[in-house]
């Protein structure tokens, strides 16, 4: 070792404490029992487990900052054919909660392979880019990339854990940093668009939409004589997309599934029904005003009314009980945490290690967008957790996991 | 570009976080009051309402239990209606209408459905309570009379209306409260305070404990016991005197202003508005517009007060100088000023001064003593306007500013009164215009406790305390200025000893002379007031109304009395004779008269008041 500790990136490391101490002090004050005394040692109450979570990672980051930071690149290929066996290997010797095979259970202890398998498959992606035959341009080598992240994300998603899988979109960020063409993002931007307003208004009149914008588009320029031909295709595909969006939710999509999206477009207002999670997570968070009820007085979350309060939706926990005040500090801190990933990122020499940056950032950013919008009602429900705050052993030490490795690459970037 | 565009992504989400955020939080009021409907369960716990006790401390108001059935709409599940409507006798068409109409009160605050239930209702319904999810039995409690009468006095309690819990924050639907008489007036001293528990909710409604550690809990507070001024046996005894007629009975104790006994007639007894019973016997008594027992006639009643006035008008004569008790006037059967009728009178000795002309009640000499009163100004106006001033210092005229629930002001006129009503200065007039006021007729209109209150006055000697109700609370007797200052009249003291002994004389040898107690030296007057009524739309003279006042004993006054007998023919047939026997019975505790009350025990005046509703002509005073 040949580097001080102050090599360390101490921001992102400070950033990690405060959110990892916050997200404590929410998951004690979410799962404080009815009746049931206060006892740290209890090992079924979620405040003690998390808090022994929170001890064991502080030795997987030292094991991690201690490991030569060669070894990360050396052996990505390894810890991701580890990662799709363990994944495999669910369906096999996995136990099944709530529906979702996605947990070891060994002893007291259950394991989620998925959240390690971002890390591994961050690290594989890396690697893969930072070849020095690989043009990210080149067609060939996206179908080979895409097949890096398909892998893992089809074992995931038939787990099933839509939400999980939905995270590995987000290796877009990386590729495009890295070269692959805006077309892609763009296509992404208006599936999903389009995807949206299907379910919202109806194909009908996504299809007369689409059509009017093709119209006036083509009129504004038809002095530069364009090819009706090409406006004609790209309507045909948008109005058979959408077709095929309206068929898949109404014949592929369970009712469940349906619920979910229904509610965050305002299709459904049974609030003691479909949209009791998000109904009730707005009460929480609405009724925290300005400076919030206190650390452990919130009456929603005493009442426990929000399901999962302590797990998926810890951020009502934090409006109701810290206010707006609070949740806008959480909010900085993430803000922050991810602009100072993408500064340090962007200061890598090499490219493994910035492209596992911005895979960091990346699996970071998915998770914040998708979990808070689900909390705060302007995302559909779907279950994955806050980073660094939501209770869950293998969801913190997958996230310190992935933090860290950046932070030991980072300290290392001066080695290339 | 490649670089930019994930910071523009990560703030761009960051701020529509903090802009929806900023509207859940900050903008929309809604997520704070749903917050506490779900979470947070205020229940009550009704405290016992104060005791109300006699002057001698007899229990005359306290308490039993009473079950209400509540519901909180949004808590209902269905249930065995059938079985539910059995249990409580109510239609179930009923039921669905009083559960609609608590819905649209509050779907999250408990109504009341089935107001009191009685005792075996309960017992049946509490075993069966579990079943009706939604429901529960609310304790309260009711009042419990000790007595059947001095319900005017007393008032009853109700449940509250929709208005005042709008307007007092300490109410909610369904509480009780005094609705007249003392519990009204002293709503706050008896009704204590309620407490209150926040209960912690979870998600399946089910208690969790209490909010923030019960800091905002408080327990209830007991209502304060009192003791009124009313003493109950005299009360009981004037309202079986009145039995069969109509009118009222006031007394009070000339050295404290404490009202003995306050009774109106017809009345009813108070334990008919308790209970379930409570709202058809209300509607009975309201509805009764002939006999009217829900009119106080005590308070309310403004008759003209008749002769009892002419010791007023003797006082302010010899105030005002105008007369010493030695003038004399003569009364040729009458007072003849020039109108075209003259001021009748009936057969007395003539001419006579003070003494004799209050015992023997003569029109024509207080007609002339009036009169001098009035023109001893320079204008009518000035004259009529001091003589104003003086019976306001007793207390007439006017609201008393006593602690009643109800009351009348009477009418006391003024120059501007007559300045109107003659279209002055077009038209003049003069102190003969206004003369019937002399004796207590005219304009003069007096309610019987400021009769009462008047001859407290002369018994005291020119001054008197306001008339109260409220004795002592908790034992400790009240100091509020308004009834422990004394009201000193305009009259000097001197001046009330000649008109106290022409009272005297009216019983040794005036008017009330066959009404003597023995043993107790009476002061009184008697009083006859003509009265109309429309009938048919045409003004038609009834009988007379029989008018009494008078304290004892004469020297050391420990009661001052004054009675009202609607059509009682005169003073001393109806209201005189039960004046003089609520003094005895104040002042002996016993009667030695049972000649005059059995007389008044068993003359009723009802065929008296069914006569202007035969629709047959009638002959009046006989």
Known sequence: MSKSVAGFDWITILIYLLLVGFGWANIYSASLGSGTPIDFFNMDAPYSRQALFIVLSIFLIILILSIEAKFYQRFSSVIY???????????????????????????????????????????????????????????????????????????????????????????????????????????????????????????????????????????????????????????????????????????????????????????????????????????????????????????????????????????????????????????????????????????????????????????????????????????????????????????????????????????????? | MRKLLLYIIILTTGIIFLARLFYLQIMDDSFTVRSQDNAIEVVYDYPQRGYISDRNGKLMVSNQPSYDVMAIPRNLKPFDTTEFCEILSIEPEELGRRLDKAKIYSPILPSVIIPQLTKSEYAYLQEKMRKYEGFYIQKRSLRDYQVDHSANVLGYITQVNQKKVNDDPYYISGDLIGRSGVESVYEELLRGEKGVKYIQKDRFNRDIGPYKDGIYDTLPTKGKDINITLDAELQAYGEKLMENKRGGIVAIEPESGEILSLVTAPNYDPALLVGRKRSPNYTKLYYDSIANPLYDRGLLAEYPPGSPFKTLTGLIALQEGVIDTEDRFSCNNGYNYGARRPLG??????????????????????????????????????????????????????????????????????????????????????????????????????????????????????????????????????????????????????????????????????????????????????????????????????????????????????????????????????????????????????????????????????????????????????
């Open chain 1, 81 to 416: 054919t580890i990662s799709l066996l363990s994944l495999a290997g669910l369906f096999v010797f996995g136990s099944t909660i709530a529906g979702q095979t996605a947990w070891y259970q060994i002893g007291p202890v259950s394991i989620q392979p998925a959240e390690f398998a971002k890390a591994a498959t961050a690290l594989a992606v890396a690697k893969y880019l930072s070849g020095i035959q690989t043009n990210i341009k080149d067609f060939k080598h996206q179908l080979r990339v895409f097949l890096i992240i398909a892998l893992p994300m089809i074992l995931v998603l038939l787990q099933p854990d839509a939400g999980s899988a939905m995270v590995y979109f987000s290796f877009a960020f990386a590729l495009y940093r890295e070269g692959l063409h805006f077309a892609y993002l763009l296509l992404g931007f208006f599936a999903a668009i389009l995807f949206v307003a299907t379910l919202a208004f109806g194909p009908l009149w996504v299809i007369g939409g689409v059509l009017l914008i093709a119209i006036i588009v083509y009129l504004k320029n038809r002095k530069r004589r364009p090819n009706i031909l090409k406006y004609l295709f790209f309507a045909a595909v948008a109005v058979g997309f959408s077709l095929s969006v309206n068929y898949v939710f109404e014949n592929v999509f369970k009712q469940h599934h349906r619920d979910r999206f229904n509610i965050v477009l305002g299709k459904e207002v049974d609030s003691r029904g479909i949209g009791y999670n998000t109904n009730q997570s707005e009460i929480a968070i609405g009724s925290g005003g300005l400076f919030g009820k206190g650390w452990t007085e919130g009456t929603q979350t005493k009442g426990h009314f929000v399901p999962e309060q302590h797990t998926d939706y810890i951020f009502s926990t934090v409006g109701e009980e810290w206010g707006f005040l609070g949740s806008t500090f959480i909010l900085a801190l993430f803000v922050l945490l991810m602009l100072r990933l993408l500064y340090m990122a962007e200061r890598q020499r090499s490219t493994f290690n910035r492209v596992y940056g911005y895979g960091v950032i990346g699996i970071i950013f998915m998770h914040f967008l998708v979990n808070i919008g689900m909390v705060i009602g302007i995302f559909p429900t779907v279950g994955i957790p806050l980073p660094l705050l939501s209770y869950g052993g293998s969801g913190l030490w997958a996230f310190t996991i992935l933090l860290f490795i950046f932070i030991k690459l980072d300290s290392d970037r001066m080695s290339f």
């Open chain 2, 345 to 622: 009178c009936h057969a007395h000795p003539s001419p006579l001064d003070l003494v004799p002309g209050i015992a023997h009640s003569c029109n024509s000499y207080f007609a002339q003593v009036y009169r001098k009163t009035i023109e001893k100004y320079p204008t009518p106006q000035e004259g009529m306007d001091t003589w104003n001033k003086h019976l306001q210092s007793f207390g007439l005229g006017q609201f008393m500013g006593n602690d009643l629930s109800t009351g009348r002001p009477g009418k006391i006129p003024d120059a501007d009164y007559y300045n109107r009503i003659y279209n002055y200065p077009t038209y003049k007039w003069y102190s003969t215009a206004t003369i019937s006021n002399a004796i207590g007729q005219g304009e003069v209109l007096m309610t019987p406790i400021q009769l009462a209150n008047m001859t407290a006055t002369i018994a005291n000697r020119g001054w008197y305390y306001t008339p109260h109700i409220l004795k002592a609370v908790e034992g400790d007797p009240i100091k509020e200025e308004q009834f422990t200052v004394k009201n000193i009249t305009t009259v000097d003291p001197k001046h009330f000893d000649p008109v106290v002994e022409g009272m005297h004389q009216v019983y040794k040898s005036g008017t009330a002379r066959t009404l003597q107690i023995p043993g107790i030296e009476i002061a009184g007057k008697t009083g006859t007031a003509e009265n109309f009524a429309k009938i048919d739309g045409k003004r038609t003279q009834l009988t007379d109304h029989s008018i009494f006042v008078a304290f004892a004993p004469v020297d050391n006054p420990k009661i001052a009395i004054a009675v009202f007998v609607e059509n009682g023919y005169w003073g001393s047939r109806y209201a005189g004779r039960i004046a003089s026997l609520m003094v005895e019975k104040y002042i002996k505790k016993e009667i030695t008269r049972t000649d005059m009350e059995d007389w008044i025990l068993s003359h009723s005046l009802e065929e008296e008041y069914a006569k202007p509703l035969s629709g047959e002509p009638f002959i009046i005073n006989r």
